[in-house]
Nanobody, 122 residues
Framework: QVQLVESGGGLVQAGTSLRLFCAAS????????IGWFRQAPGKEREFVAT????????YYADSVKVRFTISRDNAKNTVYLQMNSLKPEDTAVYYC???????????????WGQGTQVTVSS
């Protein structure tokens, strides 16, 4: 069983930065890959970034590449999403999810957090 809790969301201005946290309660955090997804109002949930169990592999959606960085600290059971140069189109609820392999596909992930709201004003 894996429990995930996101935090760090908020209301920010365009061009600024925000750091999201995904804290996991799991027996072996280093055994799970983590993905970040986001869902804007009226839109489907979309892939943002993923990181492998060791942190050695990461992959990003084209829309966030260069601006966002995913990382993890297995000693703290936490994954981070550093978001720089935020744009109004980044506004969404951000979710972290756990899977056995890093993936861009939602159905790969078996466990999901409740989400944290990110709002970027222009």
């Amino acid at each position: 069983q894996v429990q995930l809790v996101e935090s760090g969301g908020g209301l920010v201005q365009a061009g600024t930065s925000l750091r999201l946290f995904c804290a996991a309660s799991v027996r072996s955090f280093s055994a799970v890959a983590i993905g970040w997804f986001r869902q804007a109002p009226g839109k489907e949930r979309e892939f943002v970034a993923t990181i492998s169990q060791s942190g050695g592999y990461t992959y990003y959606a084209d829309s966030v590449k260069v601006r966002f960085t995913i990382s993890r600290d297995n000693a703290k059971n936490t994954v981070y999403l550093q978001m720089n140069s935020l744009k109004p189109e980044d506004t969404a609820v951000y979710y972290c999810a756990a899977a056995s392999v890093p993936s861009t596909a939602r159905n790969t992930y078996n466990y999901w957090g409740q989400g944290t709201q990110v709002t970027v004003s222009s």
